[in-house]
Nanobody, 119 residues
Framework: QVQLVESGGALVQAGGSLRLSCEAS????????MGWYRQAPGKQRELVAE???????DYADSVKGRFTISRDNTKNTVYLQMNSLKPEDTAVYYC?????????????WGQGTQVTVSS
């Protein structure tokens, strides 16, 4: 079994910054792509940012220029630096990882961390 543990969610004022972290732990060969999704009340879960093992990145249009995703492959950890936060960024943020085992791949999700941005 694999666990994805997020940290860094908090209540912050508009214009402020937060840094989310997610570490994949367990017995596996390696992580492949890792990313962050978010879900606001009454809305579908959406991709925020994703990063491949080779550090190629993809961002939602709404966060481009404000958020930066990065990773530490040695630590199996992905980060999301969130700057210039807006109230519309308020959501539960979920870590996602594509995990490589001996002969196969599986998707895993973190439990979610709450980000609340006040106006």
């Amino acid at each position: 079994q694999v666990q994805l543990v997020e940290s860094g969610g908090a209540l912050v004022q508009a214009g402020g910054s937060l840094r989310l972290s997610c570490e994949a732990s367990g017995n596996f060969f390696r992580t492949n792509a890792m990313g962050w999704y978010r879900q606001a009340p009454g809305k579908q879960r959406e991709l925020v940012a994703e990063i491949t093992t080779g550090r190629t990145t993809d961002y939602a249009d709404s966060v481009k220029g404000r958020f930066t995703i990065s990773r530490d492959n040695t630590k199996n950890t992905v980060y999301l630096q969130m700057n210039s936060l807006k109230p519309e960024d308020t959501a539960v943020y979920y870590c996602h990882a594509d995990i490589m085992f001996l002969v196969g791949r599986h998707d895993y999700w973190g439990q979610g961390t709450q980000v609340t941005v006040s106006s």
